[in-house]
């Protein structure tokens, strides 16, 4: 029963993401058919979008590498103070 459920959010999602035909006809080419809205209204729209994606993606790119080796080795970093009970 739950895959059955899985399966059917899984194939009807994508459909909820499109846009309306109304929608579809206020956006500009590249975004067609994606969003609902009016869609970017100048092209410093698309830069501070593209600026943001840049600055998420490096903030990504930094917590995963940092959680995976986090490189803190020292005896005498912060950490050890708190978890040596000494």
């Known amino acids: 029963m739950k895959k059955g459920h899985f399966l059917i959010v899984t194939l009807l999602l994508p459909l909820a993401a499109m846009a309306c ?4 006809r206020s956006q500009p080419g590249i975004l067609k058919g994606i969003g609902h809205g009016a869609g970017p209204q100048q092209q410093w729209d698309y830069v501070i979008v593209i600026l943001t994606s840049i600055i998420v993606l490096i ?3 930094y917590s995963i590498k940092w959680i995976i ?3 803190e080795t ?3 970093h912060i950490k050890r103070k708190i978890l040596n009970f000494d």
């Open 21 to 24: 035909p109304e929608c579809e």
């Open 59 to 61: 903030s990504l790119y």
């Open 69 to 71: 080796k986090p490189g």
């Open 74 to 76: 020292k005896p005498s």
